[in-house]
């Protein structure tokens, strides 16, 4: 099976690095095109300039460039596609629907919505696939995104949701680190040190979260001593908003999202 990607960026390079790390595909059998050669040396992937080839060539096309470029790119080759080919995309807000109409035909298509995580084989992934994608497909599909990352099937209408969740989250998890770090820092901490503790904390909390299956109140009950420090830590987070922050820049992130 030949998996092309059109778009040879950070993502892309997660996503390869995936499936060849995993070897679920050889990668002499990957094709990437871009303007720019950043993946060629680094993964042992055929590189080209030519859209055109690579869409003619794979048997899974993972469109990875960026949203406002899809319009552009659609354009260009969908007169190359082959029948049953299996079309993975990877843009917010480019909905299963505005797909169907760009390449005028129906076509077997995954949406995805994966994140940054997926750089260090630790993503998560929302996957929507359309009525024309078969069983065999949404199969080789999965396999492909597991590779990269922990993925759930969720219905189309819930991608928006997603982003702000799971795509655009991990920006708001690094300003939680890079916040507790400096905070740490001001006591007394070396900022390499700081950066350890506050992101291994998280990386753990997050990690008990999945595995326990325990509600996060009961695990947040668990630190919070009475009259210890971290109840008091807490105190102060809900008198400053902390999770009507967070709330709210989720639900502008969700809003955005469904304006693309």
């Known amino acids: 099976m030949k ?34 050669d950043n993946v060629s040396e680094k993964l042992g992937v055929h590189y080209t300039k030519d859209n055109l080839s690579v869409a003619g060539e ?18 260009e080759i969908k007169n190359s596609l082959k ?3 299996l079309i993975i995309t990877i843009a917010p807000g480019k909905t299963l629907a505005w797909l169907r109409a760009q390449f005028g035909k129906d076509l077997p298509i995954v949406r995805t919505m994966p994140n940054t995580p997926a750089m260090v084989g630790a993503g ?6 359309n009525e024309f994608v078969s069983k065999e497909q949404r199969g080789i599909a999965l396999t ?3 590779s990269f990352s922990r993925v759930e099937f969720v219905p189309e209408h819930l991608m928006d949701v997603v982003t702000s969740v799971s795509g655009s989250s991990p920006a708001y998890v690094f300003m939680f680190i890079e916040a507790m770090a400096d905070a740490a820092v001001a006591d007394g901490m070396p ?10 904390a998280v990386m753990g909390s997050a990690k008990m979260v999945l595995e326990t299956g325990k509600h996060p109140a009961i695990l947040k009950d668990m630190v919070c001593s009475p009259a210890g420090t971290t109840i008091e830590a807490v105190r102060v987070l809900e008198k400053q908003g902390f999770r ?17």
Do not use: H, W
């Not at 900022?191 to 291994?200: D, G, I, M, N, S």
């Open 144 to 146: 492909l995104l597991e």
């Open 124 to 129: 998560m992934t929302a996957a929507c696939p």
């Open 3 to 36: 998996v092309g990607f059109i778009g040879g960026g950070n993502m892309a390079s997660a996503i390869m690095g995936g499936i060849i790390g995993k070897g679920l595909i050889k990668a002499e059998e990957i094709f990437v095109a871009d303007l720019v």
């Open 58 to 75: 794979a048997d899974v096309l993972f469109l990875s460039v960026k949203p406002q470029v899809y319009p552009a790119v659609i354009a």
């Open 244 to 260: 009507s922050a967070v709330f709210e820049a989720m639900k502008a992130c969700t809003a955005v999202s469904k304006s693309l």
């Open 191 to 200: 900022r390499a040190q700081a950066y350890t503790f506050a992101a291994q």
């Open 83 to 85: 029948g049953g080919q």
